[in-house]
């Protein structure tokens, strides 16, 4: 069974940092590349980042978080990482990660599994 769970979630004030973690199973790691999400309240869900697990190399990354977050893997640990620093408030939601087959992320409809969510609140 493929799982994919979220931790790292909190409350931070605006200016701080979190590192979100994304521990996959229940498949071959670098057959499938992993994208961070996040879904503000009243929002549709919207991509961050995505990274391939084959090389480790990031795809992309939203350009609201360009400069400011960073998307890693441990293929040993089979765990994504985002480094989220210099958190404004309007990056409070529910982050996500998500698998899709290959070596990029091409949108939310098109992954092949979602993990249940960690929440994120940057207090102002």
């Known amino acids: 069974e493929v799982q994919l769970v979220e931790s790292g979630g909190g409350l931070v004030q605006a200016g701080g940092s979190l590192r979100l973690s994304c521990a996959a199973s229940?498949?071959?790691?670098?057959?499938?590349?992993i994208g961070w999400f996040r879904q503000a309240p009243g929002e549709e869900r919207e991509g961050v980042s995505c990274?391939?697990?084959?090389?480790?190399?990031?795809?992309s990354y939203a350009d609201s978080v360009k400069g400011r977050f960073t998307i890693s893997s441990d293929n040993v640990k089979n765990t994504v990482y985002l480094q989220m620093d210099s958190l404004k408030p309007e990056d409070t939601g529910v982050y996500y990660c998500?698998?899709?087959?290959?070596?990029?992320?091409?949108?939310?409809?098109?992954?092949?599994?979602w993990g249940q969510g960690t929440r994120v609140f940057v207090s102002s």
């Open positions: 998500a698998a899709q087959f290959g070596s990029h992320c091409t949108g939310t409809a098109y992954m092949d599994y």
């Open positions: 229940g498949y071959t790691f670098d057959d499938y590349a």
């Open positions: 990274i391939s697990t084959v090389d480790g190399s990031p795809s």
